[in-house]
């Protein structure tokens, strides 16, 4: 079964950084964007940002938008979400997947969850105030 993981999540103070990462163990990314989710407690699951497969292009939700950078590294398999001046209201479940409609992600269409599959069990992230 096709499933990513997730690490590098954990508690850190407001205003403060973390990098988080997923990788797909024998399941070749090269080909699909990947977006970052996440959900918090009694929250809907929601897009974060997303990497293009084809020319690494992203997209960003507006409420992480200037403080959180995704990238891939396909050599390695692996997807990264450097989430900088983080807020309490970040506090939330972080999960990848990777999108099985489109190659290149798309305002707007690549943050909904209906396209994406491979999820993982995900990673906390707590952010103190």
């Known amino acids: 079964q096709v499933q990513f993981v997730e690490s590098g999540g954990g508690l850190v103070q407001s205003g403060g950084d973390l990098r988080v990462s997923c990788v797909v163990p024998?399941?070749?990314?090269?080909?699909?964007?990947v977006g970052w989710f996440r959900q918090g407690p009694g929250k809907e699951r929601e897009g974060v940002a997303c990497v293009s497969a084809s020319d690494g292009s992203t997209v960003y939700a507006d409420s992480v938008l200037g403080r959180f950078t995704i990238s891939r590294d396909n050599a390695k398999n692996t997807v990264y979400l450097q989430m900088n001046s983080l807020k309490p209201e970040d506090t939330a479940v972080y999960y990848c997947?990777?999108?099985?409609?489109?190659?290149?992600?798309?305002?707007?269409?690549?943050?909904?969850?209906?396209?994406?599959?491979?999820w993982g069990q995900g990673t906390q992230v707590t952010v103190s105030s």
């Open positions: 997947a990777a999108d099985l409609v489109r190659r290149r992600c798309v305002s707007g269409e690549s943050l909904r969850v209906l396209s994406y599959d491979y």
């Open positions: 024998g399941f070749d990314l090269d080909y699909y964007a």
